[in-house]
């Protein structure tokens, strides 16, 4: 079983920064992809940016040059989501994606956290 927990969540004003970051854990053996989707009220889930296991990255139109993922080399289980010049259009629940082969049987496992409130509002 993999456990996928967001954590940085919050209230900023526009123009502000965060920093959110996914932990993934449990029976795994590897991770092909880590990738933070959103959702807000009334609309559907969209990717916000991905990052594969050879580091490759991928955003989505509206947070290119705003928002940047990255994860530290010690621990690869680990994103971080940098949101900076925030707007309000960005408020949304965060959640973050997790893909990869499970520890116990290589079995593929696609985990979802539970996600973390952003809101943007002066």
């Known amino acids: 079983q993999v456990q996928v927990v967001e954590s940085g969540g919050g209230l900023v004003q526009p123009g502000g920064s965060l920093r959110l970051s996914c932990v993934a854990s449990?029976?795994?053996?590897?991770?092909?992809?880590m990738e933070w989707y959103r959702q807000a009220p009334g609309k559907q889930r969209e990717l916000v940016a991905a990052m594969t296991s050879g580091g490759r990255t991928n955003y989505g139109d509206s947070v290119k040059g705003r928002f940047l993922i990255s994860r530290t080399n010690i621990n690869k289980n680990t994103v971080f989501l940098q949101m900076n010049s925030l707007e309000p259009e960005d408020t949304a629940v965060y959640y973050c994606?997790?893909?990869?082969?499970?520890?116990?049987?290589?079995?593929?496992?696609?985990?979802w956290g539970q996600g973390t409130q952003v809101t943007v509002s002066s």
């Open positions: 449990g029976s795994i053996f590897s991770i092909n992809a």
């Open positions: 994606n997790v893909r990869g082969s499970s520890s116990t049987s290589r079995i593929a496992f696609d985990s």
